[in-house]
């Protein structure tokens, strides 16, 4: 799928599992359901996938790409809301071991360059990869990973819908898919969309009217 379906399913999954009552858990679901629903296609910065001879549809290259920058971008305006707002993420980050902070910090980039430089479908989109993106933002802010993780498994689940493999058990080198659609199919991605933002207004918006 591709990059905003992603994004609005990540949020909305987040939002719907963990039914966040206070502000500080609305934005982590923002933030873990944007960064975790977009971040496996990292590894589409260079655009290779071992499953074809064909390099991703530009439609779709670029769509994720754009889509994991924004993501980063509603990170950003969160957490800035959060520091003026004083909801308390940025205050738990700050008031956290400053040793540990770096450490996860260190942790959180090397998986990313890890993933940035993985033939497509494979390490970001595997339960290592998962496992691994999760113990370093322990080491940021714990209670961002569960939102983070099902951001993250929202995005293996939906790729595992399209016709090209995914390597859930990598470094194993077998990969499955449910061969039901295509990664850039404009019915599917519109539709999923849809559900998505409708999800965030209803789980996100809807508790606070």
């Known amino acids: 799928m591709i990059g905003t379906t992603h ?9 719907a599992i963990t039914q966040p009552q206070t502000a500080e858990q609305c934005f982590a679901a923002i933030i ?12 589409l910065e260079k655009p290779t996938d071992i499953f074809t001879e064909e390099p991703p549809k530009l439609i779709s290259y670029f769509s994720s790409v754009k889509t994991i920058r924004f993501a980063w971008i509603i990170a950003a305006i969160v957490l800035y809301a959060d520091w003026i707002l004083k909801v308390g993420i940025c ?3 700050i008031a956290d071991d400053i040793k540990i902070l770096i450490i996860g910090l260190i942790g959180f980039i090397i998986v990313v360059l890890k993933g940035r430089y993985s033939v497509h479908r494979t390490f970001t989109h595997s339960f290592l990869g998962l496992i691994l993106f999760s113990i370093s933002l322990a080491f940021i802010y714990t209670p961002l990973v569960p939102y983070f993780a099902i951001g993250l ?28 659609c295509k990664a850039n199919d404009r019915f599917a991605n519109s539709l999923l969309s849809v559900l ?13 009217l």
């Open 32 to 43: 873990g359901g944007a960064i975790g629903g977009t971040i496996p296609d990292i590894d």
């Open 196 to 208: 998505g933002i409708i999800g965030v207004v209803f789980f996100l918006v809807q508790p606070f």
């Open 91 to 93: 205050e738990h980050i």
């Open 153 to 180: 498994f929202s995005h293996i689940i939906l790729d595992l819908f399209t016709k090209k493999p995914v390597q859930i058990l990598y470094p194993f080198p077998k990969g499955i898919c449910f061969n039901i």
């Open 7 to 15: 994004m609005a399913v990540g949020i909305a999954l987040c939002a």
